[in-house]
């Protein structure tokens, strides 16, 4: 195979953290020697999120085994997924804004037809359903499981108890028409045809507002690995918990 030098646009800052965690886990677990240092390690993960490379190509860069650079990059997943934000520690760092925005989106996956509650009948593909925390301004705030695509947002957030939570935190959320009927402390726009002038002015409102989520959206796509996943779906969750410890890795 054909190797060729590329780059990450990622910062130093991003393989900083990664490194100095892969270092910590080695101390903890008693490594004393592998064919790559952590940093390297560090670096074959972020090549595999950020740019979705597969085992085969980051094997024959690296100068490793496919299984190698499978074991290395499912360890530097799994360090990272170990420090995303619980529930509660989401909630308090939302207490600071003024508001929150909730939406979901589909990440696609590789899958057939028969795998039935994995496919979207809104998106018409097969995929993972995520739901989105973001703060007025569109930053990232937290991500939820991933669950089935077939799986409604509303009763995706149901499911995590986001809308409870908010409801809890005293936590005003804008959100789509899909989380219609979700109470608490949720706004939706109105539905219907025959809307009244005032209820239009609002909707219109609503979407201005709503919209700036759309910005997480394009965060969590930037790893490109999220674009289209091939791996177990057992492993999703803990790749998205990944790509947000990362989001908010300090300096």
Same mark, same amino acid.
């Given at each position: ?64 085994? !496919? ?31 003024? *508001?929150? !925005? ?34 007025? *301004? ?47 402390? !949720?706004?939706?726009? *109105? ?44 492993? !999703? ?15």
């Amino acid at each position: 195979m054909l190797v060729y030098p590329s780059s990450i646009d990622l910062s130093s800052r991003t393989l900083r953290y990664l490194t100095g965690r892969l270092a910590v886990r080695r101390g903890e677990i008693g490594t004393r020697w592998r064919r790559l240092t952590a940093g390297r390690q560090a670096l074959l993960a972020l090549a595999h999120l950020r740019c979705g490379d597969t085992y085969a190509q980051l094997a024959a860069g690296f100068g490793i085994g !496919i299984a190698t650079a499978y074991r290395y990059i499912r360890e530097a997943v799994d360090v990272l997924a170990a420090l995303a934000p619980t529930l509660a520690e989401a909630m308090d760092n939302a207490r600071t804004k003024a *508001f929150v !925005i909730l939406d979901g989106t589909l990440l696609p996956i590789d899958r057939i037809a028969a795998d039935t509650p994995y496919y979207s009948g809104k998106h018409k593909r097969h995929g993972m359903n995520v739901q989105v925390l973001t703060d007025p *301004f569109g930053r990232l705030l937290w991500a939820l499981s991933a669950l089935p695509g077939s799986t409604h947002d509303l009763t995706a957030a149901r499911t995590h108890g986001i809308v409870e939570a908010l409801t809890e935190a005293h936590l005003k959320c804008w959100a789509d028409k899909a989380y219609q009927g979700a109470g608490g402390s !949720i706004r939706v726009p *109105f539905r219907g045809r025959r809307l009244k002038r005032w209820q239009r002015r609002h909707n219109s409102t609503h979407a201005k507002i709503r919209c700036l989520g759309e910005q997480a959206m394009a965060t969590l796509k930037g790893w490109r690995l999220l674009r289209k996943l091939r791996c177990s779906t057992h492993r !999703i969750t803990a790749i998205v918990q990944a790509v947000l410890v990362l989001h908010h890795a300090p300096a």
